[in-house]
Protein backbone atom coordinates (compact mmCIF):
# COMPACT_ATOMS: atom_id res chain seq x y z
CA UNK A 1 0.00 0.00 0.00
CA UNK A 2 2.59 2.58 0.61
CA UNK A 3 4.42 1.57 -2.02
CA UNK A 4 1.79 2.45 -4.22
CA UNK A 5 1.04 5.89 -2.32
CA UNK A 6 4.95 6.38 -2.76
CA UNK A 7 4.93 5.40 -6.67
CA UNK A 8 1.57 7.94 -7.27
CA UNK A 9 3.20 10.80 -5.33
CA UNK A 10 6.59 10.43 -7.46
CA UNK A 11 4.69 10.59 -10.50
CA UNK A 12 2.47 13.53 -9.21
CA UNK A 13 6.27 15.31 -8.26
CA UNK A 14 7.35 14.27 -11.85
CA UNK A 15 4.71 15.51 -13.14
CA UNK A 16 4.91 19.08 -11.12
CA UNK A 17 8.72 19.36 -11.97
CA UNK A 18 7.83 18.89 -15.74
CA UNK A 19 5.45 21.94 -15.35
CA UNK A 20 8.08 23.93 -13.88
CA UNK A 21 10.67 23.01 -16.11
CA UNK A 22 13.57 24.61 -14.06
CA UNK A 23 17.01 25.14 -15.60
CA UNK A 24 19.39 24.05 -13.35
CA UNK A 25 21.97 21.67 -15.10
CA UNK A 26 23.50 22.85 -18.17
CA UNK A 27 26.24 20.79 -20.49
CA UNK A 28 28.23 22.73 -22.68
CA UNK A 29 30.06 20.41 -25.14
CA UNK A 30 33.05 22.63 -25.11
CA UNK A 31 35.23 20.36 -27.60
CA UNK A 32 34.37 17.38 -29.84
CA UNK A 33 38.03 16.85 -29.97
CA UNK A 34 39.25 14.36 -28.11
CA UNK A 35 42.64 12.33 -26.91
CA UNK A 36 41.11 8.85 -26.39
CA UNK A 37 39.28 6.95 -29.08
CA UNK A 38 37.28 5.06 -26.58
CA UNK A 39 35.64 1.40 -28.45
CA UNK A 40 32.36 2.67 -27.13
CA UNK A 41 32.24 6.39 -27.64
CA UNK A 42 28.51 7.34 -28.24
CA UNK A 43 29.73 10.83 -30.14
CA UNK A 44 32.48 9.06 -32.29
CA UNK A 45 35.18 11.76 -30.78
CA UNK A 46 38.23 11.60 -32.22
CA UNK A 47 41.45 13.73 -32.70
CA UNK A 48 40.69 15.58 -35.31
CA UNK A 49 36.96 16.87 -34.55
CA UNK A 50 35.51 18.15 -37.94
CA UNK A 51 33.97 21.01 -35.95
CA UNK A 52 35.81 23.75 -34.36
CA UNK A 53 35.77 24.16 -30.44
CA UNK A 54 33.12 26.50 -29.12
CA UNK A 55 34.47 30.54 -28.74
CA UNK A 56 33.77 30.62 -25.02
CA UNK A 57 32.53 34.47 -25.70
CA UNK A 58 29.46 32.28 -28.01
CA UNK A 59 28.85 30.40 -25.26
CA UNK A 60 28.78 33.15 -22.62
CA UNK A 61 26.31 34.89 -24.63
CA UNK A 62 24.21 32.18 -24.47
CA UNK A 63 24.37 32.18 -20.51
CA UNK A 64 23.71 35.41 -20.10
CA UNK A 65 20.09 34.49 -21.67
CA UNK A 66 19.62 33.05 -18.74
CA UNK A 67 17.03 34.48 -16.24
CA UNK A 68 16.50 32.72 -13.66
CA UNK A 69 19.63 31.08 -12.01
CA UNK A 70 18.01 28.63 -9.19
CA UNK A 71 21.14 27.82 -6.15
CA UNK A 72 23.43 25.11 -7.53
CA UNK A 73 23.00 26.05 -11.06
CA UNK A 74 25.69 23.71 -12.51
CA UNK A 75 27.22 24.20 -15.91
CA UNK A 76 28.91 20.77 -16.53
CA UNK A 77 31.77 21.01 -19.03
CA UNK A 78 32.07 17.76 -21.40
CA UNK A 79 33.18 16.87 -24.92
CA UNK A 80 35.33 15.23 -26.27
CA UNK A 81 38.17 16.10 -23.86
CA UNK A 82 37.29 19.20 -22.19
CA UNK A 83 40.92 19.41 -20.78
CA UNK A 84 41.97 19.81 -24.88
CA UNK A 85 40.84 23.30 -24.51
CA UNK A 86 43.55 25.90 -23.11
CA UNK A 87 40.52 28.74 -21.60
CA UNK A 88 39.29 26.04 -19.23
CA UNK A 89 40.38 28.11 -16.02
CA UNK A 90 39.47 31.02 -17.84
CA UNK A 91 36.15 29.63 -18.64
CA UNK A 92 35.42 28.38 -15.37
CA UNK A 93 36.07 31.73 -13.46
CA UNK A 94 33.82 33.51 -15.71
CA UNK A 95 30.97 31.06 -15.38
CA UNK A 96 31.34 31.61 -11.19
CA UNK A 97 31.35 35.43 -11.81
CA UNK A 98 27.96 34.77 -12.74
CA UNK A 99 26.74 33.51 -9.88
CA UNK A 100 26.45 29.61 -11.39
CA UNK A 101 28.80 26.54 -10.01
CA UNK A 102 30.61 24.16 -12.73
CA UNK A 103 32.06 21.13 -13.25
CA UNK A 104 33.98 18.83 -15.68
CA UNK A 105 33.57 15.02 -17.22
CA UNK A 106 37.34 14.06 -18.17
CA UNK A 107 38.79 10.89 -19.32
CA UNK A 108 41.65 12.26 -16.74
CA UNK A 109 44.52 11.95 -19.36
CA UNK A 110 45.69 15.14 -19.00
CA UNK A 111 44.45 15.56 -14.96
CA UNK A 112 47.51 16.09 -13.54
CA UNK A 113 48.80 18.29 -10.21
CA UNK A 114 49.26 21.68 -12.02
CA UNK A 115 46.04 20.92 -13.72
CA UNK A 116 44.01 19.80 -10.84
CA UNK A 117 44.74 23.12 -9.05
CA UNK A 118 44.16 25.26 -11.71
CA UNK A 119 40.81 24.00 -11.73
CA UNK A 120 40.34 23.93 -8.07
CA UNK A 121 41.33 27.91 -8.30
CA UNK A 122 38.93 28.32 -10.97
CA UNK A 123 36.21 27.05 -8.55
CA UNK A 124 35.37 24.01 -10.10
CA UNK A 125 32.89 22.25 -7.42
CA UNK A 126 32.05 18.93 -9.03
CA UNK A 127 33.86 16.60 -11.60
CA UNK A 128 33.54 12.54 -13.07
CA UNK A 129 36.27 10.52 -14.14
CA UNK A 130 35.42 7.83 -16.19
CA UNK A 131 36.86 4.07 -14.76
CA UNK A 132 35.68 1.11 -17.31
CA UNK A 133 37.79 -1.81 -15.71
CA UNK A 134 41.11 -1.71 -13.98
CA UNK A 135 44.04 -1.61 -15.70
CA UNK A 136 43.76 -4.68 -18.75
CA UNK A 137 39.79 -3.53 -19.17
CA UNK A 138 40.50 -0.02 -18.93
CA UNK A 139 42.59 0.07 -21.25
CA UNK A 140 41.27 -1.70 -23.70
CA UNK A 141 38.02 -0.10 -23.55
CA UNK A 142 39.62 3.08 -23.64
CA UNK A 143 41.83 2.04 -26.42
CA UNK A 144 45.42 3.26 -24.81
CA UNK A 145 47.54 1.08 -22.71
CA UNK A 146 48.70 4.61 -20.49
CA UNK A 147 44.90 5.47 -19.73
CA UNK A 148 44.49 3.38 -16.22
CA UNK A 149 47.61 4.60 -15.16
CA UNK A 150 46.97 7.88 -15.67
CA UNK A 151 43.06 8.01 -14.54
CA UNK A 152 44.45 6.75 -10.94
CA UNK A 153 46.78 9.51 -10.87
CA UNK A 154 44.21 11.85 -11.27
CA UNK A 155 41.69 9.85 -8.79
CA UNK A 156 44.47 10.29 -6.13
CA UNK A 157 43.96 13.99 -6.65
CA UNK A 158 40.33 14.07 -6.89
CA UNK A 159 39.97 12.52 -3.21
CA UNK A 160 42.36 14.63 -1.52
CA UNK A 161 39.97 17.52 -2.37
CA UNK A 162 36.90 17.86 0.06
CA UNK A 163 35.77 21.10 -1.93
CA UNK A 164 35.25 18.63 -5.20
CA UNK A 165 31.82 16.59 -5.30
CA UNK A 166 33.41 14.17 -7.19
CA UNK A 167 32.47 10.20 -8.72
CA UNK A 168 33.93 7.92 -10.88
CA UNK A 169 31.29 6.32 -13.64
CA UNK A 170 32.03 2.74 -14.89
CA UNK A 171 30.47 1.61 -18.37
CA UNK A 172 29.48 -2.14 -17.72
CA UNK A 173 30.33 -4.08 -20.24
CA UNK A 174 31.07 -8.69 -21.64
CA UNK A 175 34.78 -8.18 -20.20
CA UNK A 176 34.40 -5.78 -16.95
CA UNK A 177 31.20 -7.53 -15.31
CA UNK A 178 33.28 -10.39 -13.53
CA UNK A 179 35.99 -7.50 -11.42
CA UNK A 180 33.14 -5.22 -10.40
CA UNK A 181 33.92 -6.26 -7.03
CA UNK A 182 37.84 -5.90 -7.60
CA UNK A 183 36.43 -2.44 -9.04
CA UNK A 184 34.45 -1.69 -5.83
CA UNK A 185 37.89 -2.53 -3.81
CA UNK A 186 39.64 -0.52 -5.52
CA UNK A 187 37.84 2.39 -5.27
CA UNK A 188 37.04 2.19 -1.59
CA UNK A 189 40.96 1.91 -0.99
CA UNK A 190 41.60 4.99 -3.22
CA UNK A 191 38.90 6.25 -1.01
CA UNK A 192 36.62 7.23 -3.47
CA UNK A 193 32.69 8.19 -2.12
CA UNK A 194 30.30 7.70 -5.26
CA UNK A 195 30.39 5.26 -8.17
CA UNK A 196 27.96 5.73 -10.93
CA UNK A 197 27.45 2.53 -12.82
CA UNK A 198 25.98 2.32 -17.03
CA UNK A 199 25.61 -0.13 -19.62
CA UNK A 200 26.64 1.26 -22.97
CA UNK A 201 24.16 2.40 -25.56
CA UNK A 202 24.09 1.15 -29.28
CA UNK A 203 25.47 4.20 -30.83
CA UNK A 204 28.58 5.70 -32.48
CA UNK A 205 31.33 3.26 -32.39
CA UNK A 206 29.68 0.81 -29.87
CA UNK A 207 27.83 -0.88 -32.81
CA UNK A 208 30.56 -2.28 -33.86
CA UNK A 209 31.60 -4.37 -31.17
CA UNK A 210 29.34 -7.32 -29.28
CA UNK A 211 31.43 -7.31 -26.14
CA UNK A 212 30.36 -4.18 -24.84
CA UNK A 213 26.57 -5.38 -24.18
CA UNK A 214 25.82 -7.33 -21.34
CA UNK A 215 23.39 -10.23 -21.81
CA UNK A 216 19.82 -10.19 -20.38
CA UNK A 217 21.55 -12.21 -16.96
CA UNK A 218 24.69 -10.36 -16.98
CA UNK A 219 22.36 -7.10 -16.39
CA UNK A 220 20.48 -8.38 -14.13
CA UNK A 221 23.76 -9.41 -12.01
CA UNK A 222 24.65 -5.72 -12.45
CA UNK A 223 21.46 -4.61 -10.32
CA UNK A 224 22.34 -7.51 -7.97
CA UNK A 225 25.88 -6.29 -7.52
CA UNK A 226 24.35 -2.77 -6.77
CA UNK A 227 21.90 -3.57 -4.70
CA UNK A 228 24.22 -5.72 -2.37
CA UNK A 229 26.72 -2.77 -2.40
CA UNK A 230 24.04 -0.49 -1.21
CA UNK A 231 23.17 -2.82 1.62
CA UNK A 232 26.32 -2.62 2.62
CA UNK A 233 27.00 0.70 2.32
CA UNK A 234 30.69 1.39 2.40
CA UNK A 235 30.73 3.50 -0.61
CA UNK A 236 27.98 5.13 -2.61
CA UNK A 237 27.16 3.04 -5.23
CA UNK A 238 24.47 3.50 -7.91
CA UNK A 239 23.10 2.69 -11.55
CA UNK A 240 22.58 6.11 -13.60
CA UNK A 241 19.59 7.37 -14.61
CA UNK A 242 19.58 5.63 -17.75
CA UNK A 243 16.63 3.88 -17.75
CA UNK A 244 13.46 1.91 -15.55
CA UNK A 245 14.31 -1.02 -14.45
CA UNK A 246 11.25 -2.30 -12.74
CA UNK A 247 11.18 -3.67 -9.04
CA UNK A 248 14.84 -2.72 -8.53
CA UNK A 249 14.19 0.64 -8.74
CA UNK A 250 14.20 1.22 -5.13
CA UNK A 251 17.34 -1.07 -4.73
CA UNK A 252 19.63 0.38 -7.17
CA UNK A 253 19.09 4.25 -6.73
CA UNK A 254 18.53 6.94 -4.43
CA UNK A 255 15.11 7.23 -5.75
CA UNK A 256 12.72 6.52 -8.42
CA UNK A 257 13.94 6.71 -12.26
CA UNK A 258 13.16 9.98 -13.81
CA UNK A 259 14.38 11.40 -17.06
CA UNK A 260 15.07 15.10 -16.49
CA UNK A 261 16.23 15.51 -19.89
CA UNK A 262 15.04 18.48 -20.96
CA UNK A 263 13.14 19.21 -18.44
CA UNK A 264 15.86 20.45 -15.44
CA UNK A 265 18.78 19.44 -18.20
CA UNK A 266 19.72 21.32 -21.28
CA UNK A 267 22.50 21.44 -23.26
CA UNK A 268 24.69 24.06 -26.00
CA UNK A 269 26.35 21.68 -27.91
CA UNK A 270 29.52 22.37 -30.30
CA UNK A 271 27.48 23.61 -33.16
CA UNK A 272 25.58 25.74 -30.90
CA UNK A 273 22.48 23.80 -31.11
CA UNK A 274 19.83 23.64 -28.04
CA UNK A 275 18.96 21.06 -26.42
CA UNK A 276 19.33 18.25 -23.36
CA UNK A 277 22.05 15.85 -22.22
CA UNK A 278 24.47 15.44 -25.05
CA UNK A 279 24.18 12.04 -25.85
CA UNK A 280 20.71 12.73 -27.10
CA UNK A 281 20.04 12.15 -30.89
CA UNK A 282 20.86 15.54 -32.34
CA UNK A 283 17.36 15.22 -34.46
CA UNK A 284 16.11 16.52 -31.24
CA UNK A 285 17.45 19.89 -31.32
CA UNK A 286 15.41 22.60 -30.41
CA UNK A 287 17.06 25.79 -31.12
CA UNK A 288 20.42 27.02 -32.05
CA UNK A 289 22.53 29.83 -30.18
CA UNK A 290 24.06 31.48 -33.45
CA UNK A 291 20.29 32.49 -34.49
CA UNK A 292 17.66 31.67 -31.31
CA UNK A 293 17.89 33.39 -27.98
CA UNK A 294 18.62 30.12 -25.68
CA UNK A 295 16.62 30.95 -22.55
CA UNK A 296 13.64 31.48 -24.85
CA UNK A 297 14.10 28.54 -26.21
CA UNK A 298 14.27 26.53 -23.05
CA UNK A 299 11.17 28.45 -21.86
CA UNK A 300 9.35 27.99 -25.03
CA UNK A 301 10.28 24.57 -26.52
CA UNK A 302 11.29 20.92 -25.59
CA UNK A 303 8.11 19.74 -26.23
CA UNK A 304 9.20 16.07 -27.20
CA UNK A 305 10.85 16.22 -24.01
CA UNK A 306 8.16 17.81 -21.45
CA UNK A 307 5.15 15.82 -22.85
CA UNK A 308 6.71 12.35 -23.89
CA UNK A 309 3.54 10.55 -25.15
CA UNK A 310 4.71 9.96 -28.51
CA UNK A 311 7.27 7.34 -27.24
CA UNK A 312 4.42 4.75 -26.35
CA UNK A 313 5.06 3.60 -29.92
CA UNK A 314 6.88 -0.15 -30.46
CA UNK A 315 8.04 -1.81 -27.94
CA UNK A 316 6.54 1.12 -25.26
CA UNK A 317 2.91 0.74 -27.38
CA UNK A 318 0.67 -0.78 -24.51
CA UNK A 319 3.72 -1.53 -21.83
CA UNK A 320 2.21 -1.86 -18.45
CA UNK A 321 5.03 -0.10 -16.62
CA UNK A 322 4.81 3.27 -19.16
CA UNK A 323 3.45 5.03 -16.63
CA UNK A 324 6.67 5.20 -14.67
CA UNK A 325 8.87 4.94 -17.29
CA UNK A 326 7.50 7.08 -20.05
CA UNK A 327 9.95 5.71 -22.80
CA UNK A 328 13.11 5.03 -20.70
CA UNK A 329 16.17 7.90 -21.18
CA UNK A 330 15.63 10.11 -23.65
CA UNK A 331 19.08 8.71 -25.38
CA UNK A 332 17.53 5.59 -26.29
CA UNK A 333 15.42 7.29 -29.07
CA UNK A 334 17.14 7.77 -32.34
CA UNK A 335 16.63 7.81 -36.02
CA UNK A 336 13.23 7.54 -37.21
CA UNK A 337 11.96 7.24 -33.32
CA UNK A 338 9.86 3.66 -34.14
CA UNK A 339 11.36 1.82 -31.34
CA UNK A 340 13.49 2.38 -27.80
CA UNK A 341 16.89 1.52 -28.30
CA UNK A 342 16.83 -0.53 -25.34
CA UNK A 343 14.31 -1.54 -22.89
CA UNK A 344 16.21 -2.36 -19.48
CA UNK A 345 12.99 -3.56 -18.29
CA UNK A 346 12.19 -5.67 -20.92
CA UNK A 347 15.68 -7.06 -20.23
CA UNK A 348 15.17 -7.87 -16.82
CA UNK A 349 11.80 -9.46 -17.50
CA UNK A 350 13.19 -11.47 -20.16
CA UNK A 351 15.77 -12.95 -17.44
CA UNK A 352 13.25 -13.98 -15.45
CA UNK A 353 10.93 -15.43 -17.92
CA UNK A 354 13.66 -17.23 -19.25
CA UNK A 355 14.40 -18.83 -15.68
CA UNK A 356 10.22 -19.46 -15.21
CA UNK A 357 10.69 -21.19 -18.48
CA UNK A 358 13.83 -23.54 -17.49
CA UNK A 359 12.44 -24.25 -14.35
CA UNK B 1 5.26 29.99 -6.74
CA UNK B 2 2.17 27.83 -6.06
CA UNK B 3 4.12 25.06 -7.95
CA UNK B 4 7.42 25.53 -6.16
CA UNK B 5 5.25 24.90 -2.99
CA UNK B 6 3.64 22.09 -4.17
CA UNK B 7 6.97 20.19 -5.77
CA UNK B 8 8.60 20.54 -2.46
CA UNK B 9 5.65 19.15 -0.53
CA UNK B 10 5.20 16.03 -2.99
CA UNK B 11 8.58 15.43 -3.42
CA UNK B 12 9.14 15.63 0.30
CA UNK B 13 6.09 13.03 0.99
CA UNK B 14 7.38 10.93 -1.92
CA UNK B 15 10.88 10.31 -0.19
CA UNK B 16 12.36 11.96 -3.46
CA UNK B 17 13.66 15.32 -1.60
CA UNK B 18 17.07 13.95 -2.59
CA UNK B 19 16.07 14.25 -6.47
CA UNK B 20 16.31 17.99 -6.12
CA UNK B 21 20.32 17.57 -6.76
CA UNK B 22 20.91 14.54 -9.40
CA UNK B 23 23.63 13.69 -11.53
CA UNK B 24 22.41 13.36 -15.68
CA UNK B 25 23.96 10.41 -17.44
CA UNK B 26 27.32 11.40 -18.10
CA UNK B 27 27.26 14.25 -16.43
CA UNK B 28 28.91 15.18 -13.07
CA UNK B 29 26.97 14.89 -9.92
CA UNK B 30 25.52 18.81 -8.69
CA UNK B 31 28.02 21.10 -7.21
CA UNK B 32 26.06 21.52 -3.89
CA UNK B 33 29.38 22.65 -1.99
CA UNK B 34 30.74 25.79 -0.35
CA UNK B 35 33.62 27.49 -0.96
CA UNK B 36 34.64 31.14 -0.28
CA UNK B 37 36.45 33.40 -3.26
CA UNK B 38 39.48 35.02 -1.54
CA UNK B 39 41.18 37.89 -3.53
CA UNK B 40 44.23 39.88 -2.06
CA UNK B 41 47.19 41.60 -3.09
CA UNK B 42 50.57 41.89 -0.97
CA UNK B 43 53.21 44.24 -1.13
CA UNK B 44 56.58 45.07 0.24
CA UNK B 45 56.19 46.42 3.52
CA UNK B 46 59.61 48.59 2.91
CA UNK B 47 58.77 49.97 0.14
CA UNK B 48 55.27 49.61 -0.39
CA UNK B 49 55.68 47.94 -3.98
CA UNK B 50 54.14 44.90 -5.00
CA UNK B 51 55.67 41.47 -5.12
CA UNK B 52 55.25 39.24 -7.51
CA UNK B 53 55.71 35.05 -7.38
CA UNK B 54 55.09 35.03 -3.69
CA UNK B 55 53.19 31.60 -3.04
CA UNK B 56 49.84 31.84 -1.29
CA UNK B 57 48.47 28.47 0.16
CA UNK B 58 45.68 27.45 2.62
CA UNK B 59 46.79 25.40 5.78
CA UNK B 60 46.97 21.34 5.09
CA UNK B 61 45.51 21.98 1.35
CA UNK B 62 47.53 21.07 -2.08
CA UNK B 63 46.16 24.27 -3.44
CA UNK B 64 48.03 26.84 -3.82
CA UNK B 65 47.81 30.33 -6.14
CA UNK B 66 50.97 32.88 -6.82
CA UNK B 67 50.75 36.68 -6.96
CA UNK B 68 51.02 38.45 -10.57
CA UNK B 69 53.00 41.04 -11.46
CA UNK B 70 50.67 43.47 -9.33
CA UNK B 71 50.98 41.55 -6.59
CA UNK B 72 47.38 40.10 -7.02
CA UNK B 73 45.92 36.43 -6.43
CA UNK B 74 42.41 35.45 -6.58
CA UNK B 75 41.19 31.29 -5.90
CA UNK B 76 38.57 29.40 -4.63
CA UNK B 77 39.19 27.46 -1.43
CA UNK B 78 36.57 25.44 0.69
CA UNK B 79 34.76 27.38 3.34
CA UNK B 80 35.00 26.67 7.22
CA UNK B 81 34.40 28.22 10.17
CA UNK B 82 37.77 30.23 9.49
CA UNK B 83 40.97 29.97 6.89
CA UNK B 84 44.61 29.86 8.13
CA UNK B 85 46.86 30.96 4.39
CA UNK B 86 50.20 31.18 4.38
CA UNK B 87 52.27 33.39 2.44
CA UNK B 88 55.34 32.53 1.42
CA UNK B 89 58.17 33.66 -0.85
CA UNK B 90 59.90 30.99 -3.01
CA UNK B 91 61.55 32.27 -5.77
CA UNK B 92 64.81 33.03 -3.31
CA UNK B 93 65.33 36.56 -4.58
CA UNK B 94 64.22 36.71 -8.03
CA UNK B 95 61.54 39.05 -7.05
CA UNK B 96 63.13 40.52 -3.79
CA UNK B 97 63.84 38.54 -0.44
CA UNK B 98 60.47 38.20 1.82
CA UNK B 99 59.52 36.66 5.33
CA UNK B 100 57.01 34.10 4.94
CA UNK B 101 53.65 35.18 6.64
CA UNK B 102 50.32 33.64 8.99
CA UNK B 103 46.83 35.19 8.49
CA UNK B 104 44.00 33.59 9.89
CA UNK B 105 40.61 34.68 7.76
CA UNK B 106 37.36 34.45 10.05
CA UNK B 107 33.87 35.95 9.85
CA UNK B 108 33.88 34.62 6.11
CA UNK B 109 31.60 35.74 3.51
CA UNK B 110 31.41 34.53 -0.27
CA UNK B 111 34.06 36.47 -0.98
CA UNK B 112 36.62 38.38 0.70
CA UNK B 113 39.83 40.27 0.17
CA UNK B 114 43.11 40.72 1.60
CA UNK B 115 46.25 42.61 2.24
CA UNK B 116 49.37 41.52 2.92
CA UNK B 117 52.63 43.80 3.55
CA UNK B 118 55.07 41.24 3.85
CA UNK B 119 58.99 42.14 5.78
CA UNK B 120 61.96 42.41 3.89
CA UNK B 121 64.35 39.04 5.33
Known sequence: MIRLINGALFRKFKQIETEIHELNYLFWECTTRCNLNCLHCGSDCAKDSKFQDMPFADFLAALDTIESKPAHFTVVLTGGEPLLRKDIETCGREIRKRGMRWSMVSNGLLYEKEMHNKLLNAGMGALTFSLDGLQENHNWLRNNKNSFAKVDLAIDLAVRSPRLNFDVVTCVNKRNIAELPDIYNYLLNKGVKAWRLFTIVPIGRATENEDLFLTDQQFKETLDFIANMREINQLDVKFSCEGFVGKYESKVRDSGFFCRAGINIGSILIDGSISACPNIDRSFAQGNIYKDNFYQIWQTKFEAFRNREWTKTGECNNCGDYKDCQGNGMHYWHGNRKNVLTCHNHKLKMYFWNKRKQI | ?121
Not at chain 2, 23 to 29: D, E, I, K, L, S
Not at chain 2, 53 to 71: C, H, L, R, S, W
Request: proline share 2%; glycine share 10%; hydrophobic share 35%.
Open chain 2, 1 to 121: MTKNWKRNLIGGLSFTSMLFIFQACYGTPHDVGYDVLVEGNVKSKTTGQPIKGIKVAPYNDIQQVFTDENGNFSFYILADYSIGLRFEDVDSTLNGGFASKDTVLTNLTSQIFVNIALDSK
